[in-house]
């Protein structure tokens, strides 16, 4: 009976397998043949990130001695250690003014990487083949070489509830990138989100030099958390991929293969019940965490999975440290030289000494995700170190940590200071609000059930502190969802049985308890421009399910051992369950009004909000400026609002966002794009440059010319679906360009 259900289990995990490949090629399919994804510049991306990117980081990781149990955490410590390779390279190559390194050394490591794995294949066969016979010791040798990454991972063996979640993961990306997405070639108008167009012009930017000077604001520097552009801005560098495409096209896919094999590996290597790693991350998607706006969508899935600001890349990088500092941890001195010692009757002092330059290579590789967290997402970087410090000191106390362990510390605090200094601190940064820095839970204004809920307990005369209370409380079951009973309790108890030291103080685990602390506080008590401080609650959101996933293995542990009779286990999943199924429910609302969007955005004769798009005439301008004028060209625009005139005022930054010239065109703008570059305080200067820079486009002006020279302007654009302005052309300005919709006129020597 037995074999018969374990058959027809085989059967089924076979179909979900089957049906979710057939369903990844389905949506890669719709990409390319309904919203024109770029296939050239796809493949050319997947090669970079393949050949640069990931085997380079497992031939680093190889050579440092760092072994993870699983192969998904390899590839996972394997891609960020190949991401820091890249900014390193990046850094150095701006240095010494080539590509040569940017160029080869990514390619030269991957072959390395690859001869090795061929070596030790031919190697292993040989030995298969000698130990036929049966000599056990050969056969033990064998396995125990068997060690590389490209030889222990068995595609086969990936759970159907992982294949699945894949398949789901990659359809919510699409649809909030790719499927609301065409190139301006194939359409008459394309919708451009103002967050992405930010991001393609920091891509052209950094392609072209850093530091990175403002593609909108002469003499502005931006160092807003660069190291997911800078990633993206090589190949365009090194090999011409539009930066539109690879945000649009490529991203997406880096985004689900690095979301969804990080979220894998998190699980698998830190649950004990390592064989449900793929239904934990289903389950998580299922979820929905962090419902907020509405009743169906997740501001925790639209961060992550739309990588808004690549706050993906900032949750992946987070568990990837998490995970590399197990790999460090466990391994370092003082945690394994005891047995050591003893295996090889040996002194602790020797056998440490040994163990302290041996632990080296892989505590620099620790070192270099630390910096590229910290300048792929600054806060999610803040808040592992902040949670790291934190369990070393509740160690000390506790006397489970050796002081010695602040060395490492203290280097990985020096990193992440260095990188949060010299690429994020630098000046021309704009984050704050123009309020208070702190300001206690005004990130609950976002939930659309604040206001009802108020009024509600105002009219019922409940008091301002309950008023307060109930709000927190009810903010936190929409942000944890289905895991907000499990995480509470298995947090409380798992810190209640630690202290007293009824349960084992395991450092990775603490760390993430401790992280997920940090988190929470600083996003109930900061106020960033927009929503930033949610960066900090994402870790806590990610980091609740696996705290959830702890509580059920203990519990059925003790109901396996007869210390439990699994009352309150059951009372608890079942609580979970319904949860879960209103979750999923809304989930798949969700779903439904991405793919009604996406269906519209796939009619290639659709016309959007002027304020929110780009005509083909625009784009067809913008072609003709990057294929005619030289590089470094400075453009004037008078395209600088992305709202109606009569919603406009120079005090509103989110009104003064429009950069989409800069960005197509792959030039730096004067003037569009000004409320990103500065901050809410600062709208007197944004009202001068604005201003100074109509002064551009008015032809009564003889001055014009003048002072575009003196503002280093070499090219005008004048937006004729947006502006009535006659005709420019004299002495100054030479009419170089005209379409429908754009004139671009270039200032003349006899400006001046």
């Not at 440490?352 to 070192?367: D, M, N, R, T």
């Not at 907000?484 to 409380?492: H, R």
């Not at 007869?562 to 009352?567: L, N």
Request: with cysteine; proline share 3%; net charge neutral.
């Amino acid at each position: 009976m037995s074999n018969t259900s374990n058959h027809q289990n085989g059967i089924l995990s076979n179909i979900v397998k089957i049906l979710s490949a057939l369903a990844v090629v389905a949506m890669l399919a719709v990409s390319i043949v309904v919203y024109k994804a770029h296939v050239q510049s796809v493949c050319i991306f997947i090669a970079y990130i393949i050949f640069y990117v990931q085997l380079p980081g497992l031939f680093i990781i190889r050579l440092a001695g760092i072994k993870p149990k699983h192969a998904s955490a390899e590839i996972v410590i394997g891609l960020f250690t190949g991401w820091s390779l890249m900014m390193l390279l990046y850094f150095i190559t701006d240095y010494i003014k080539t590509d040569i390194l940017l160029l080869t050394i990514g390619p030269a490591l991957s072959a390395a990487y690859l001869l090795v794995c061929s070596f030790s294949w031919m190697r292993n066969t040989a030995g298969r083949k000698k130990a036929s016979g049966g000599n056990g010791p050969e056969v033990s040798s064998i396995k125990a070489r068997n060690e590389l990454m490209m030889q222990r991972l068995d595609l086969r063996r990936l759970p159907a509830s992982w294949c699945l979640f894949f398949a789901m993961s990659l359809l919510f990306i699409l649809l909030k990138t790719q499927y609301v997405y065409m190139s301006p070639e194939y359409c008459d108008f394309i919708y451009m989100n103002a967050d992405k167009a930010y991001h393609m012009g920091l891509i052209n930017s950094l392609a072209y030099d850093y530091p990175l000077q403002s593609p909108w604001i002469q003499g502005r520097y931006i160092t807003y958390h660069i190291f997911t552009e800078i990633l993206y801005a090589i190949p365009v560098r090194l090999f011409g991929i539009s930066s539109d495409v690879v945000l649009s096209s490529c991203g997406p896919l880096m985004t689900a293969y690095t979301l969804c094999t990080t979220f894998y590996a998190f699980f698998r290597t830190l649950c004990r019940r390592a064989d449900r790693a793929g239904l934990y991350c289903l389950l998580m998607l299922l979820s929905n965490i962090f419902i907020v706006r509405n009743i169906s969508s997740s501001i925790a899935f639209l961060f992550a999975y739309k990588n808004e600001n690549t706050a993906g890349f900032g949750i992946a990088g987070a568990m990837a440290l998490v995970l590399m500092f197990k790999e460090w941890y466990e391994h370092s001195p003082g945690v394994t030289v005891k047995a050591a010692a003893s295996e090889a009757g040996q002194s602790e002092a020797s056998l440490s000494f040994a163990g302290v330059i041996k632990s080296i290579p892989s505590l620099l590789v620790l070192l270099a995700l630390m910096m590229c967290e910290t300048g792929i997402k600054g806060p999610m970087g803040a808040v592992i170190i902040a949670g790291i410090w934190g369990t070393f000191l509740l160690g000390l106390i506790m006397r489970k940590v050796r002081f010695s362990k602040v060395l490492p510390l203290l280097v990985l605090s020096a990193g992440f200071i260095t990188v949060y200094l010299t690429v994020l601190g630098s000046k021309g940064q704009s984050n704050s609000s123009g309020k208070a820095l702190f300001a206690l839970a005004t990130i609950s204004d976002i939930s659309f059930w604040k206001a009802p809920l108020t009024e509600m307990m105002k009219s019922a005369g409940v008091p301002y502190t309950a008023m307060l209370a109930i709000i927190l409380l009810v903010f936190l079951i929409f942000m944890f969802t289905a895991f907000f009973l499990p995480f509470a309790i298995g947090y409380i108890r798992e810190l209640f049985m630690v202290l007293t030291g009824r349960k084992e103080f395991d450092f990775t685990r603490v760390t993430i308890y401790a992280a997920s602390l940090v988190g929470l506080i600083l996003m109930f008590i900061l106020n960033y421009s927009g929503h930033s401080q949610i960066y900090f609650g994402l870790v806590t959101v990610f980091f609740a399910p696996i705290i959830s996933y702890w509580l059920f293995e203990d519990m059925e542990e003790k109901r396996a051992s007869g210390k439990s009779r699994g009352i309150a286990l059951g009372a608890l999943k079942t609580v979970t369950c319904i949860l879960l199924i209103a979750t999923t429910v809304s989930l798949g609302m969700n779903y439904q009004a991405n793919i009604r969007e996406a269906k519209n955005h796939a009619d290639p004769a659709r016309t959007y909000n002027k304020y929110k798009s780009i005509s083909n005439d625009e784009y067809e301008a913008m072609v003709w400026l990057r294929d005619n004028t030289p590089k470094d060209s400075l453009l004037a625009t008078d395209r600088y609002y992305s709202v109606a005139l009569d919603k406009y005022s120079y005090e509103n930054r989110w009104a003064n966002r429009f950069f989409l010239y800069a960005v197509y065109s792959q030039r730096f703008c004067y003037i569009a794009g000004s409320g990103y570059n500065l901050g809410a305080n600062e709208w007197p200067i944004r009202q001068e440059m604005l201003e100074t820079n109509s002064k551009l486009y008015d032809p009564e002006n003889e001055e014009r010319g003048e002072l575009a020279q003196e503002l280093g302007v070499d090219y005008v654009v004048v937006s004729k679906r947006f502006t009535d302005i006659p005709s420019l052309e004299g002495d100054d300005y030479e009419l170089c360009f005209t379409n429908d919709d754009v004139d671009i006129y270039e200032i003349t020597d006899d400006a001046a």
